[in-house]
C-alpha cells in the first residue's frame, strides 16, 4: 500500500484532501490522472448498465433530499455504526474494527505530581506482547500529564503511579488498537452527516447529505415509470456522491467520508405474480443459464443473474476471478429484509474487503416510501390481470392459502404476528388478481473510489529493466486495463529539435486527442518517454521518426511505431489505420 500510496502522490493520481492545511480524515482529492481514472471508470459502469441495455434508464438526483426521506428509508433511527471511545486518549473506534489483542492488562488508581497534584482517575493500559514496562508507564504518566492543568503535574518522570496491579489478556477487544487505552462501552453513532437548509440553524431546518444515492431511486420510481415507457422488470440506476461520518476512515480511500457510488436498483414482479402469469418460479441450481433474463424468473434468478453480469463486469475492466472473491452473507447477517446478499470482495493489500455488495431487499424500500409519503408505489400490469383472469375462484383460493402459508411461516420465523402475515397475504393476492403490486427489488451497489484503489492495486506492477548501459533499473509500471486507463496513447516525435518531426507528431496528437485521451512529450530520451507513460499505466505510445517523414523511402512514409505498454512490442502502423486499430481496444 505504501508503494502506491506514493505512486498516487508522484504521479498525480490521489491527494490528500486540504493537504496544505494538514489534511481532513477520510477525505481525498483526485489528481490529473486520477480524474481521468475514475471519469473513465464511471463510463464503463454507466455503459454496461445502462447504455448497453434496453431495461436500465439513469437518473440524477441531488444530494441533499426532504429528510423524511431518511426517515423512510430507516437511515435516522438505525444508520449507524457501533462506536467505542478510549478512555486514556478519546480516540474513537468502531466495535467491530477492533482487532483482538493479546498481552497484560495494566491498571493504576490514580497518580501523583512532584508538585502535590493529584488525580483520583483510575487508568488502563494494554502492554502489548514484548512490550517493555518502562515504556508501558511512562506512556502511563503521560497520558496523567496530558490531563492535569500545564504545568500542574510537574516533570513527567516524578509522577507517581498508584496501586498498579496487572492482569494477562488474551484476544481482548476492550482496548484501543493504538493507544492501548481501555475502551469504554460501545455506543451507536449515526453515520449521517448533517446541515442545515435555509437561514437558521434550527432542528426544523435539518436535513443530511445523502449516505447513499440508491434512496432517490426509490423517491423518483413513480416519475420514472410514468416518463419513461419502462416496466417491470427494468432498473434505474444512478451515479453520484455519498457521504457518511465514518468512525474510522482507513486503508487510504477505502473508506472515506465523502465518496462516490453507483448504484442500481432493478425493479421486479414478486415471485407470485411470476408464478400467476407462468405457472412456476424457474429455480436457481449450480450451471443455471443466467445469460438471458427469461419471463419465469423469480427475484433469486435475478440475483444470480447480476452476480454474474457484475462478475463479467470487473473481467472486462481487467478485474478477473484471480483477484476476486465472493462472500454470501448468512441469515445472522442479512438485514431483516433482505433475501440474499452477496458482497464482492477484492484482494487489496490490506486483505480482502468488500467492493460490491448486490442484494435482493424485497419490495421492503418501496413499501417505505408508500407508507410513509402516503403515495402509492403500485404498478399495473395488464398481463398480469389477464394471467389472474383466467384462474377460476378455486384456483385463486389454493392460491391464497399457499401464499398466506409462506408468509405465515416466515412471520413465526421473524417472531412476528401470524394473524397479521395471513391477512396481509391475503390483501397481496387480492391485488395481485387486479395485476396490482408494489415491485421487489435488486441492488448491486459499488463504490467508485474503491474501484479505483482496486483497480489501481490491481494494476501495480514492478520490473527491472536493463538500460544500454547494463545498468539494471526497478520500474513501476502500472498495467491498467486500456478502457480504464487515463491516458490511452502517448504521442512523441523521435527528436524536439527537428521542426518537421515536431510538426508531423502534433498532427498525429492533434488528429486523435479528440477521440482518445492523448499526451503529447518531447522531452528526453525516447526510452524515459515510454517508461514515464508504463509509469502512468499508458497502454500504447506512438513514435514519429524519419520514416513516417518519407525520409527512408514511400511506403514507410505516414507510418509510425506503435508500441506495447505490457510487452514492449512495437509495429509499423499507418497513421490512417491507428484509429481502426486503437479504438476497439479502449472502447
Ligand atoms: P461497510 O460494511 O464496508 O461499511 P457497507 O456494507 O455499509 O460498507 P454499502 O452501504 O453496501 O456498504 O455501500 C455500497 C458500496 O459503497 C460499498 O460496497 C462500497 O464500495 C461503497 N462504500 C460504502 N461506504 C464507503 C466508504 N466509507 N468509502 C468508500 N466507499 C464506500
Known amino acids: 500500500m505504501e508503494k502506491i500510496v506514493s505512486l498516487c502522490k508522484r504521479r498525480g493520481i490521489i491527494f490528500q484532501s486540504s493537504e496544505i492545511y494538514g489534511g481532513i480524515n477520510g477525505f481525498w482529492d483526485y489528481g490529473p490522472l486520477g ?61 467491530d474494527h477492533v482487532e483482538p489483542q493479546t498481552g497484560t492488562a495494566f491498571r493504576w488508581t490514580g497518580a501523583t505530581g512532584s508538585n502535590g497534584w493529584k488525580s483520583e482517575k483510575p487508568m488502563s493500559l494494554l502492554g502489548k506482547k514484548g512490550e517493555h514496562v518502562d515504556s508501558i508507564r511512562k506512556a502511563a504518566r503521560q497520558h496523567y500529564a496530558a490531563g492535569a492543568a500545564p504545568g500542574a503535574a510537574g516533570k513527567i518522570e516524578e509522577i507517581q503511579l498508584l496501586e498498579e496491579t496487572t492482569e494477562p489478556v488474551e484476544n481482548s477487544v476492550d482496548f484501543h488498537p493504538e493507544t492501548g487505552g481501555a475502551l469504554r462501552e460501545a455506543v451507536p453513532f449515526n453515520l449521517m452527516l448533517r446541515t442545515f437548509v435555509g437561514p437558521t440553524a434550527t432542528e426544523d431546518n ?169 403515495k402509492t408505489q403500485e404498478v399495473f400490469d ?55 403490486y408494489v415491485p421487489h427489488v435488486i441492488e448491486p451497489s459499488a463504490g467508485l473510489d474503491r474501484l479505483a484503489l482496486a483497480v489501481l492495486a490491481a494494476a501495480y506492477h514492478e520490473e527491472d529493466k536493463t538500460d544500454v548501459n547494463g545498468k539494471v533499473e526497478r520500474r513501476t509500471v502500472l498495467r491498467f486495463h486500456p478502457r480504464v486507463a487515463p491516458v490511452k496513447l502517448g504521442v512523441f516525435p523521435l527528436l524536439k529539435n527537428k521542426p518537421d518531426l515536431v510538426a508531423k507528431a502534433r498532427e498525429v496528437y492533434e488528429s486523435l486527442k479528440r477521440y482518445l485521451n492523448c499526451f503529447y512529450d518531447e522531452t528526453g530520451a525516447i526510452g524515459r518517454r515510454y517508461a514515464r507513460q508504463d509509469e502512468a499505466g499508458t497502454p500504447f505510445c ?21 508500441r506495447y505498454r505490457d510487452d514492449g512490442r512495437q509495429e509499423r502502423v499507418k497513421i490512417s489505420e491507428l484509429p481502426g486499430k486503437l479504438f476497439p481496444l479502449v472502447q
Open 206 to 374: 435539518v436535513a443530511y447529505l445523502r449516505p447513499e444515492t440508491a434512496q432517490a431511486i426509490f423517491a423518483q420510481f413513480k416519475n420514472v415509470v410514468d416518463s419513461s415507457r419502462q416496466k417491470v422488470p427494468f432498473g434505474i440506476c444512478q451515479i453520484g456522491k455519498a457521504f457518511r461520518n465514518e468512525v474510522t476512515p482507513r486503508n487510504y480511500t477505502f473508506r472515506s467520508r465523502e465518496f462516490e457510488q453507483m448504484e442500481l436498483e432493478f425493479f421486479i414482479l414478486p415471485d407470485e405474480a411470476v408464478k400467476i402469469m407462468h405457472g412456476s418460479v424457474a429455480k436457481w441450481s449450480e450451471g443455471a443459464d443466467l445469460s438471458k433474463p427469461q419471463p419465469n424468473w423469480g427475484w433469486e434468478m435475478w440475483h444470480r443473474y447480476w452476480v454474474a453480469q457484475r462478475t463479467a463486469y470487473y473481467a472486462g475492466i481487467g478485474l478477473g476471478a484471480d483477484v476476486l472473491a465472493y462472500h454470501w452473507q448468512t441469515q445472522e447477517e442479512l438485514a431483516h429484509y433482505a433475501r440474499a446478499c452477496v458482497d464482492i470482495l477484492f484482494k487489496f493489500p490490506f486483505g480482502t474487503e468488500e467492493l460490491e455488495g448486490i442484494a435482493a431487499r424485497g419490495n421492503f424500500d418501496l413499501s417505505q416510501h408508500q407508507q410513509h409519503s402516503g
Open 382 to 436: 395488464e398481463e398480469l390481470r389477464a394471467a389472474a383472469n383466467k384462474m377460476d375462484d378455486a384456483a385463486k383460493t389454493a392460491f391464497i392459502a399457499e401464499v398466506s402459508d409462506e408468509w405465515a411461516a416466515r412471520a413465526l420465523l421473524n417472531q412476528k404476528p401470524e394473524a397479521e402475515a395471513r391477512a396481509a397475504a391475503k390483501e397481496f393476492c387480492e391485488k395481485l388478481f387486479k395485476g396490482q
Open 542 to 562: 506512438v513514435t514519429i521518426d524519419f520514416e513516417t517523414l518519407g525520409e527512408k523511402g514511400d511506403e514507410l512514409k505516414d507510418t509510425v511505431t506503435l
Open 35 to 95: 480524474a481521468e481514472l475514475k471519469r473513465n471508470l464511471r463510463e464503463t459502469w454507466w455503459r454496461a448498465m445502462t447504455r448497453d441495455r434496453e431495461d436500465v434508464v439513469g437518473l440524477d438526483a441531488t444530494i441533499i433530499m426532504h429528510p423524511a426521506i431518511w426517515k423512510a428509508s430507516g437511515h435516522v433511527d438505525t444508520f449507524a455504526d457501533l462506536m467505542r471511545e478510549c478512555t486514556v486518549s478519546n480516540k474513537r473506534v468502531r466495535a
